[in-house]
C-alpha cells in the first residue's frame, strides 16, 4: 500500500503565498507522476500542475507565472509553490501519484486534501 501524506495548507491574504508537500510512502517501485489537483465547493475536481518523474511539467492556465510544481527524488516528495494567491485559488488541494507498483502495475493513489483558504 502506498501513503500520499500533504502538509501547507491554511488561510492567507490575496497576494500571500503557501507551499504545499506531498511525501510518498510505502512499498512501491517507482514513481511515474505526481501532480496537484483542487476541488472548490460545487466545482469538479481539477488539475493544477503535475510532473513526470522524467522531467515534464505541465500548468493548468489559471496558475502559469504563479505556481511552481516542484519534486524530490531522493524523498519522493512533491512541491506546489503558490505565489500571488488570489481569492478563486481557494479550495481542497489533493496530491495524485502515479507510482509503478512492485508488481508491475501502474497505480494511481490520493492524499487526503488540504484546505488553502484566501482571503480578499
Known amino acids: 500500500q502506498v501513503q500520499l501524506v500533504e502538509s501547507g495548507g491554511g488561510l492567507v491574504q490575496t497576494g500571500g503565498s503557501l507551499r504545499l508537500s506531498c511525501a510518498a510512502s510505502?512499498?512501491?517501485?517507482?514513481?511515474?507522476?505526481m501532480g496537484w489537483y483542487r476541488q472548490a465547493p460545487g466545482k469538479q475536481r481539477e488539475l493544477v500542475a503535475s510532473?513526470?518523474?522524467?522531467?515534464?511539467?505541465d500548468y493548468d492556465d489559471s496558475v502559469k507565472g504563479r505556481f511552481t510544481i516542484s519534486r524530490d527524488n531522493a524523498k519522493n516528495t512533491v512541491y506546489l509553490q503558490m505565489d500571488s494567491l488570489r481569492p478563486e485559488d481557494t479550495a481542497v488541494y489533493f496530491c495524485?501519484?502515479?507510482?509503478?507498483?512492485?508488481?508491475?502495475?501502474?497505480?494511481?493513489?490520493w492524499g487526503q486534501g488540504t484546505q488553502v483558504t484566501v482571503s480578499s
Open positions: 495524485n501519484g502515479m507510482v509503478l507498483s512492485t508488481t508491475g502495475h501502474l497505480v494511481a493513489y
Open positions: 510505502g512499498r512501491f517501485f517507482s514513481i511515474n507522476t
Open positions: 510532473i513526470i518523474w522524467g522531467g515534464n511539467i
